[in-house]
């Protein structure tokens, strides 16, 4: 047996795990000892981590759709007819009929290698991927008030904060790692403050819980700040140096009082006066958000409230402090870095700028798109108007994951292609012309990129299954079928330095340095050879940083007598996006092996539902059937459930109403009705899910 250093597939924490290798097969992981960030321990996902990617189950060959089942291809006749596919689109509708969704849990190697195919190959800026879901609006948000949406800190400095603000964010569950971190600085003294709806396992840990009502994140925010503005407790010496003017955000809130805040919030005047106080007098208070604020359809209005009290507080560019946005994916912040994104390059270099256009055409010997791109939601609504004909969907599963389910399956069935490239036949996978198996993670070399920047480096430890090749090779292999001759780089080493040379926040990054340095985060150029671990100390990228008066949106669709329930979706511990990877585990199975509905007892007993008892949930959009938790986790009135489970898929039931700025979809509010089933009879998966389409085992 031996050991290959590697990264976790899962969170963007980006723990550091050995694979141990045995007959080239993965039969374990061990944690990799030193790892600055995890320290030498994993989470129950990071050791599962060889059920994820077990050959069982996985796809082995290329698949052809014929007649409605799959049967085995040839890389050539798949390839050809992927070819032969965007082609047809390309001479119908030119290059806006076309797009690529990419993989945020993939490399940047095959990220850049997607965003170069859409591009150079394609013609388009159709390119997106999940974080449109998930961060897309800390990029846009963050960008407007400081010029950069990244993570401003480091995980490390949570051990340097005397004050920790979490909000929206299940972290102990979700980041498991930075979840241990902060309960070990509150162990030595810091105080925790968590911002949910729900009693999240950090809630009940935590010193204050701030249980404000579901989407009242602006209120709440605003209200703290009025509060610190009314007593003077700013940071005068921040704002007059680093920031632009706060009058116009002054003036928006001087009418504000915090009996206003606790009426819309539910939280009462002496909490709101307690936390304005600790968070404006900390030494430094390291602030971290997740999904709690960013699925709202005011999701970049919500970032841009925290991001005013974090300024007008001057708790940003020192260590400790900070605005740190904990991005999911084990590499979405890479992806996102990459420029899988319509409207920039590698390095958030921007589409419409005539010289990152100039260099881009010259460097890759391609003409440069000129039309604007589609989000990955724009995509799906282009295909049900007949707008879009063909699609790559590289390692997403977007039939559990987008919201409104119906909706988002009409769209993949009204295109005339669709290739989806996966590691297992998903849900999405089974809708689709052709399907390629792509190798995992630990099949590859490359790199990824963690939430704080951090680019580290996975190895091959293994060959991958049958046929099954890396993301950035099948493209390669597609663009020179389709005549485009730069994409065939002889390793991945090769494309990270085409990558790097193009990208100014990467120009001092290669594999060898990496290497010597338990990877390194970005900015990481000339004048940072060794990475940066806190941004904006002495400026912010647009200069000074700018406060935005914002206002309180409520959801798009709040209780009524008809659906009388708010409903938020969120995670579970032992799972992990749409389920595809850790529902192999029997081990994590066993922990939650099935999707419940949680709700308060006092909902529980005016229904006359007692716990476990099977019921069904039902939207403007669709229904579902599950069993029901009876928990005070979540308070009266507010129903929530975890979007894992594909016997129960919540998108189901979501609502697709969007942030304007970012097209982000409100998944974690809308109304639903909840009624029991009859005694004896069991919950029901929905017919919407029981696609057609042969079961992978056999073929
Ligand atoms: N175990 C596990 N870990 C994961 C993942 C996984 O699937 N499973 N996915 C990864 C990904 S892609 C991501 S993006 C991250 C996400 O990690 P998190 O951001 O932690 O994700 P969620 O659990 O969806 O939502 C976080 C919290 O937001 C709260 N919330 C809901 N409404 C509001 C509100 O109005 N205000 C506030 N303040 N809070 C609210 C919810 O109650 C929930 O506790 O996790 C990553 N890690
Ligand atoms: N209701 C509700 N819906 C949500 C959310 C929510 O909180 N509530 N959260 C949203 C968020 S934040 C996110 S990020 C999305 C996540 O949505 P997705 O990205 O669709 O979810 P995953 O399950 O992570 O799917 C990724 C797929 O990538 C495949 N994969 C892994 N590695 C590779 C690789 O190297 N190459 C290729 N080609 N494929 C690979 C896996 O097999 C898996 O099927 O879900 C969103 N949906
Ligand atoms: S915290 Fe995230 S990166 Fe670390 S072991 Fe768990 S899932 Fe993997
Ligand atoms: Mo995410």
Not at 40 to 49: E, H, M, V
Not at 68 to 95: C, K, N, Q, V, Y
Not at 248 to 255: E, F, G, I, T, Y
Request: hydrophobic fraction near 40%; proline fraction near 6%.
């Amino acid at each position: 047996m031996h050991v290959v250093p590697s990264i976790c597939t899962f969170c963007g924490v980006g723990c550091g795990l050995g694979v141990r290798v045995e007959d080239d097969r993965v039969v374990g992981v061990e944690p990799q000892p030193g790892h600055p960030i995890s320290q030498g321990q994993l989470c129950s996902k990071g050791w599962a981590t060889s059920f994820a990617i077990d050959p069982v189950n996985r796809l082995t060959s290329p698949l052809i759709k014929e007649c409605g089942s799959f049967r085995r291809a040839s890389w050539d006749e798949a390839l050809t007819r992927i070819s032969d596919e965007f082609h047809m689109a390309l001479d119908e509708l030119g290059p806006s009929g076309v797009g690529i969704i990419s993989c945020a849990r993939a490399t940047n190697e095959d990220n850049y290698a997607a965003q170069k195919f859409a591009r150079a190959v394609l013609g388009t800026h159709n390119i997106d991927h999940c974080a449109r879901i998930c961060h897309s609006l800390s990029v846009a948000g963050l960008l407007c008030t400081l010029g950069s949406g990244a993570m401003s800190n480091s995980i490390a400095d949570i051990d340097q904060a005397d004050l920790i603000l979490i909000i929206g964010a299940d972290v102990t569950e979700n980041h498991a790692m930075i979840g241990a971190r902060i309960l070990r600085a509150q162990a030595r003294g810091a105080t925790v403050i968590v911002v949910d709806p729900r009693k999240t396992r950090l809630a009940r840990l935590a010193d204050i819980h701030l249980q404000l009502r579901l989407g009242s994140n602006i209120a709440l925010f605003n209200g703290l700040l009025q509060i610190i503005l009314a007593n003077g407790w700013e940071n005068q010496a921040f704002l007059a140096t680093r920031c632009e003017t706060i009058e116009p955000l002054r003036r928006h809130l001087a009418r504000l009082t915090p009996e206003q805040t606790c009426a819309s919030t539910g939280i009462s005047i002496a909490e709101l006066l307690q936390v304005a106080y600790l968070y404006s007098h900390a030494n430094a208070a390291f602030t971290a958000y997740g999904m709690g604020i960013t699925q709202f359809q005011s999701g970049t209005n919500n970032v841009v409230a925290v991001s005013n009290l974090v300024l007008a507080c001057g708790q940003i560019g020192r260590p400790g402090t900070g605005i740190n946005p904990l991005r999911g994916q084990n590499n979405v912040q890479g992806a996102c870095d990459m420029g899988c994104l319509p409207n920039v390059y590698p390095g958030y270099q921007d589409a419409n700028d005539r010289s990152v256009q100039e260099k881009f055409a010259a460097a890759w010997a391609a003409p440069i798109p000129q039309q604007p791109g589609l989000t990955s939601l724009g995509m799906s609504r282009a295909a049900l108007h007949g707008q879009l004909r063909a699609l790559m969907i590289m390692g997403e599963e977007p039939v559990l994951t987008d919201p409104d389910q119906h909706q988002v399956s009409k769209a993949l069935q009204a295109l005339d292609f669709l290739v989806v490239v996966e590691l297992t036949l998903t849900e999405t996978a089974r809708l689709a012309d052709v399907v390629l198996p792509a190798a995992a993670f630990a099949e590859k070399d490359g790199t990824f990129t963690n939430c704080e920047r951090r680019v580290q480096r996975v190895r091959q430890a293994i060959a991958p299954p049958g046929e099954a090749r890396c993301d950035w090779q099948i493209l390669g292999a597609l663009a020179r079928r389709m005549g485009y001759a730069g994409m065939n780089w002889a390793n991945a080493e090769a494309l990270f330095d085409e990558m790097s040379a193009l990208t100014p926040i990467f120009s001092a990054m290669s594999y060898a340095a990496l290497d010597g340095h338990a990877g390194l985060q970005w900015p990481c150029d000339a004048a940072h050879p060794h990475g940066s671990p806190v941004l904006h100390e002495h400026s912010f990228p647009r200069g000074r940083a700018r406060l935005l008066p914002v206002t309180q949106v409520a959801p798009d669709e709040c209780p009524d007598a008809e659906y009388p329930f708010a409903f938020t979706t969120h995670r579970l511990h032992f799972h992990y996006g749409g389920g595809s990877m850790t529902r192999k585990s029997p081990l994590l199975e066993r922990e939650t092996p099935e999707a419940l509905l949680f709700m308060h007892p006092a909902d529980g007993a005016a229904l006359s539902l007692h716990d476990q008892q099977a019921v069904r949930v039902r939207s403007r959009r669709g229904w579902l059937e599950t069993r029901v938790h009876l928990t005070d986790d979540v308070p009266p009135g507010t129903l929530a459930m975890p979007y894992h489970f594909r016997e129960a898929p919540c998108n189901l039931l979501t609502n697709s109403a969007q942030d304007p700025n970012s097209k982000m979809p409100e998944l974690k509010a809308c109304a639903v009705a909840v009624e029991p089933l009859p005694t004896g009879v069991l919950p029901r998966m929905p017919e919407a899910i029981l696609l057609e389409g042969n079961h992978h085992a056999g073929l």
